[in-house]
């Protein structure tokens, strides 16, 4: 076959993909969408359009992916709402970074905000809050993503878990005193003693983050506007870098995420991986709150 023959063939050839392009542009377009996964440093990347149920991560089968002790959390999307709701779906998915559970639980989110998002998009409302609710009632980090991290190890300091173990035994020696106790609880009127009778300061930090935090965390609104009414600090970080506004909005606490915004808390705060409050709220009542302040 000579030169100027390859060459007519392979232009016919361009031509007749790129007809084939066109056709398929003025036709159907494609529905498909593209989410991220994250925990820790791992980042998951799914791309999830129509197709036949098919799974892949990495080219790979999601039953072939390592390590196989973790195969049952990889699969809890799919058991937790069952195959039929993937079977009119491909996604496919890229994940890189972090180790092998943090890529592992990356995954897991990627796939599950893809379904959440697909059915949101081109299938209906109804179906994608069901999916939705179902996710966020057996784990809520299914959906939202968590960038606290744990604190690195310093020169010359214990290593992990070699000097103390977290339990009400050893809350003395973990500087968890009565008073942090009673504010995870929602005790006030013990949170009142501690601070009224025993003066502990409202601001102190207790494992490198101050009542607020655990008030916000634990969603506990009447301790928190006592805690802010004696002078706790709404614009207090943790050793994470997390302000007491974002732990509500992870947490999913309207009201207590109501409660620090209308006492000055900012919410143009970012996440200590640099995402915005809005980006990580996962509740609509939330996220409007946010965009109006």
């Given at each position: 076959m000579d030169a100027p023959y390859k060459k007519a063939l392979w232009k016919k050839y361009k031509s007749f993909c790129w007809r084939l392009i066109s056709?398929?542009?003025?036709?159907?377009k494609i529905q498909a969408v593209q989410v991220f996964g994250r925990k820790k440093t791992a980042t998951a990347v799914a791309y999830c359009k129509r197709g036949r149920g098919l799974i892949k991560v990495n080219g790979r089968p999601l039953e072939l992916v390592e390590p196989q002790m973790l195969q049952a959390k990889l699969q809890e999307p799919i058991l937790l709402l069952g195959k039929e709701r993937f079977q009119d779906v491909d996604i496919r998915v890229r994940v890189k970074g972090g180790g092998h559970v943090s890529q592992i639980y990356a995954i897991r989110q990627?796939?599950?905000?893809?379904?959440?998002?697909?059915?949101?998009?081109?299938?209906?409302?109804?179906?994608?809050?069901?999916?939705k609710d179902l996710l966020v009632q057996y784990d809520r980090t299914l959906l939202v993503?968590?960038?606290?991290r744990c604190e690195p190890k310093k020169f010359g300091g214990p290593g992990a878990r070699a000097r103390y173990q977290k339990s009400y035994s050893?809350?003395?020696?973990?500087g968890e005193t009565e008073f942090i106790w009673a504010v995870k609880?929602?005790?006030l009127d013990?949170?009142?003693q501690a601070i009224e009778e025993n003066g502990l300061n409202v601001n102190g930090a207790y494992q490198g983050r101050s009542p607020l935090h655990l008030a916000a965390d634990y969603g506990h609104v009447q301790v928190l506007e006592y805690l802010i009414s004696k002078g706790a600090n709404v614009e207090?970080?943790?050793?994470?870098?997390?302000?007491p506004l974002l732990a509500a909005v992870l947490e999913g606490h309207v009201d207590c995420v109501r409660t620090l915004l209308e006492k000055g808390a900012s919410s143009d705060g970012k996440t200590p991986s640099g995402e915005?409050?809005?980006?990580v709220a996962e509740d609509e009542t939330i996220r409007s709150l946010l965009k109006t302040r």
């Open positions: 056709n398929a542009s003025a036709g159907d990627a796939i599950s905000k893809a379904l959440v998002t697909y059915y949101q998009k081109f299938v209906d409302e109804a179906s994608k809050k069901e999916i993503a968590d960038p606290r050893f809350a003395v020696a973990m609880n929602g005790d013990a949170v009142k207090a970080q943790d050793k994470h870098g997390m302000k915005s409050y809005i980006d």
